[in-house]
């Protein structure tokens, strides 16, 4: 495991409360003024949490880059059933994705008339069902912080650290890293960011994320990046001659990812996958025990040459 992801998760494994984000935060601003960069720290209250805050991490200049990096640092709670994240088969990760509240409902609706069948009290089993439910709703928020989060995303974050720590300061003026709060919280980090820096909202934005396992690194175009033919091509070039691993730069059909770069109008995610039969690429965040060297190697030249590129865009 590389430098920076094996510090994240051996130190900060979890990053979800306040004290551990910013425990992280400030080893990340350390880290990068090592490189020679100088971080700032861009805070917004999110307004479905009184008086919480998300906290992105900005290391160059977003208004000057022409290529903004970005990955969330954040991690969330501990799902009831193992996480499951099928980019290209987006009909089937919703069908999966509904399976938990699907099963919330019917575990509270036999639970309630388990506890008031054998007392004779039928009135009682809706307001039971649904104090049930409600409870359920406060695991959203109260429940246990998942463990596993060497994939989603520490995996990203040391990608995005060791392109910083590669480029040569003439390309450093090409690009902004960007690292994300809130990825577990409606994008409110991403949100955050788009608002402070209007001009992000017509740059290409590389969100890079769940790159720690896999035989194959997928680079997925938005809706509108698509049709960016110069910043696909710069993308084919950049990631041109790899050996060992299957790069594969998909343009077409149905796709989901659910990260960050839902946030932003240009984005295009990076992310590394397996292929099984009926579920098509697939990522599975808690599979991983480490983070691929081979993977981090790859986008690392790649990205490095990606800012490279950028200057003829």
Same mark, same amino acid.
């Given at each position: ?92 990760? &919703? ?7 699907? @099963?919330? /409902? =019917?575990? +509270? #609706?036999?639970? %309630? *008339? ?105 680079? &997925? ?7 960016? @033919?110069? /910043? =696909?091509? +710069? #993308?084919?070039? %950049? *990631? ?74």
């Amino acid at each position: 495991m590389s430098r920076y992801a094996e510090r994240i998760n051996r130190e900060y494994p979890v990053r979800r409360k306040p004290r551990e984000k910013e425990a992280f935060r400030l080893w990340l601003v350390g880290a990068l003024r090592e490189m020679g960069y100088d971080p700032s720290l861009q805070t917004r209250e999110t307004p479905l949490q009184v008086g919480a805050q998300v906290t992105n991490v900005i290391a160059g200049d977003p208004e000057k880059a022409k290529l903004i990096l970005a990955a969330h640092y954040d991690t969330g709670i501990r799902t009831l059933l193992p996480p499951l994240i099928m980019p290209t088969r987006p009909a089937t990760a &919703l069908l999966y994705q509904a399976l938990t509240p699907v @099963g919330v /409902m =019917l575990g +509270a #609706l036999v639970l %309630s *008339f388990a506890l008031t069948y054998p007392f004779h009290a039928p009135k009682a089993t809706f307001p039971l069902f649904l104090i049930l439910l409600f409870a359920s709703l406060l695991y959203l928020r109260f429940g246990p912080s998942e463990t596993n989060n060497i994939c989603d995303n520490a995996s990203g974050v040391a990608a995005l650290l060791e392109t910083a720590a590669a480029l040569t300061p003439g390309q450093r003026g090409n690009v902004a890293f960007v690292f994300l709060d809130g990825g577990f919280g409606g994008m409110s980090g991403a949100k955050g960011f788009r608002q402070k820096y209007p001009s992000a909202k017509e740059k290409p934005v590389v969100n890079v994320s769940c790159v720690a396992l896999g035989d194959e690194l997928v680079i &997925l175009p938005g809706r509108y990046a698509r049709w960016q @033919g110069d /910043m =696909l091509d +710069a #993308l084919l070039d %950049s *990631f041109d001659g790899v050996d060992n691993k299957t790069v594969f730069l998909k343009t077409d059909g149905l796709t989901y990812f659910p990260s960050d770069n839902r946030a932003f109008r240009f984005s295009i995610s990076i992310f590394a996958c397996e292929f099984i039969r009926g579920f098509g690429r697939i990522i599975v965040p808690r599979k991983a025990r480490s983070v691929d060297e081979t993977n981090l190697q790859i986008l690392k030249d790649g990205l490095c040459n990606l800012c490279e590129n950028v200057r003829n865009i």
